[in-house]
């Protein structure tokens, strides 16, 4: 199998997961059907967001259980822990950024984790500021505070991404604070720390209502279309369970068309559920503005040239040396059939 080096973060993020793998048994990989037709599969997710809605509409609308899948959801917090879950055989599909797929690879692990689906095409964050601004430019943030993202994590990537197609260099020109908590920025924000943060939603909106932030500025916007996350499974797992995964991906792809046929205001009625403690119009304020910036695909078909994308922004991140094989951690067969 073919190596890649990587510096800082995917270095750091590769030898946690070893040393997690060492301390874990391994899983049969066979396919999980119980008695009828019924098949169970845990899927972990790196958080739960409403910028993954096709996911929960998929869910709340019945379309795993059409497809014989018993479905159970666990979120991981975290990229990280959803990877170690899905290569320690905690889970059987991982939801996350598919950077994460290249560090295991990278790291030499024999039993690879491969993308089969992907889900959205724009980064789900946005940069809020303390006070309202008018005609905002990336420029603004040249000698200020922001609170980012966790270092080799696709947050704080495709945001040095953008400063870096506007000419501003992430390390020298702007403070970036990354040693806070993923989810604990917006509270920090509202703390006093920082003239900038960088947030999903539901805190962008949240800091609004508040009146304690403005939202300026759309990374998924700015940075154009990027594979910022995606479904993946251990190779042998693909392998052994063509038929579960290919259910799976096709449950997914009803719920991709779902969104693409409905308004912000049904997929925000459907997905409820999922987020009980959301008022309405909060989460229909939220489903529009991913809605609005095209933030999902059409289909689930995770095309090499996002591949090259990613794997551009990985480099400029300073994280990837050499480049990894779209061929090795990327199969298409199962979103093409589901799209057909």
Same mark, same amino acid.
């Given at each position: ?55 929960? @509409?998929?869910?709340? /609308? ?5 497809? #014989?899948? *018993?479905? $159970?959801?666990? +979120?991981?917090? =975290? ?6 879950? @899905?290569?320690?055989? /905690? ?5 996350? #950024?598919? *950077?994460? $797929?290249?560090? +295991?690879?990278? =790291? ?233």
């Amino acid at each position: 199998m073919k190596r890649v080096s990587l510096k800082r973060a995917g270095a750091v993020c590769i030898a946690l997961l070893t040393v997690t793998l060492s301390m874990a048994g391994c899983g049969n990989g066979e396919d999980k059907v119980e008695s009828g037709s019924s098949k169970k599969v845990v899927l972990n997710e790196v958080a739960h967001s409403i910028f993954y809605a096709p996911m929960y @509409v998929a869910i709340e /609308e019945g379309y795993f259980e059409e497809k #014989g899948i *018993e479905l $159970t959801l666990v +979120t991981g917090f =975290g990229a990280d822990k959803t990877m170690t879950a @899905v290569l320690t055989d /905690e889970a059987d599909i991982g939801f996350m #950024g598919s *950077e994460s $797929t290249i560090y +295991t690879y990278a =790291g030499g692990t024999e039993d690879y984790v491969v993308n089969f689906a992907q889900l959205t095409q724009r980064a789900g964050n946005f940069l809020v500021s303390r006070e309202p601004v008018e005609d905002f430019s990336w420029d603004m943030l040249v000698g200020k505070d922001v609170l980012g993202g966790r270092a080799g994590g696709m947050p704080e990537m495709v945001f040095e991404y953008i400063l870096e197609k506007n000419g501003i260099d992430p390390m020298a020109d702007v403070r970036i604070d990354q040693s806070i908590d993923f989810g604990s920025t917006a509270a920090a924000f509202s703390g006093g720390q920082g003239d900038y943060t960088v947030e999903f939603e539901p805190h962008a909106t949240s800091l609004e209502q508040k009146g304690e932030g403005y939202v300026v500025a759309s990374l998924g916007e700015d940075s154009g279309y990027v594979p910022y996350t995606s479904f993946s499974a251990k190779k042998s797992y693909l392998e052994k369970n063509r038929d579960t995964v290919q259910a799976f991906t096709d449950a997914l792809q009803k719920g991709m068309d779902y969104v693409r046929n409905h308004t912000p205001a049904e997929i925000a009625e459907v997905i409820a559920p999922q987020f009980p403690e959301t008022e309405m119009d909060t989460l229909t304020t939220i489903v529009e503005r991913y809605y609005n910036q095209d933030t999902w695909k059409e289909n689930l078909i995770f095309e090499e040239s996002s591949f090259d994308l990613l794997q551009n922004i990985l480099e400029d991140s300073g994280v990837l040396e050499k480049r990894v094989p779209y061929g090795d951690l990327v199969t298409a067969e199962f979103a093409q059939k589901a799209a057909e």
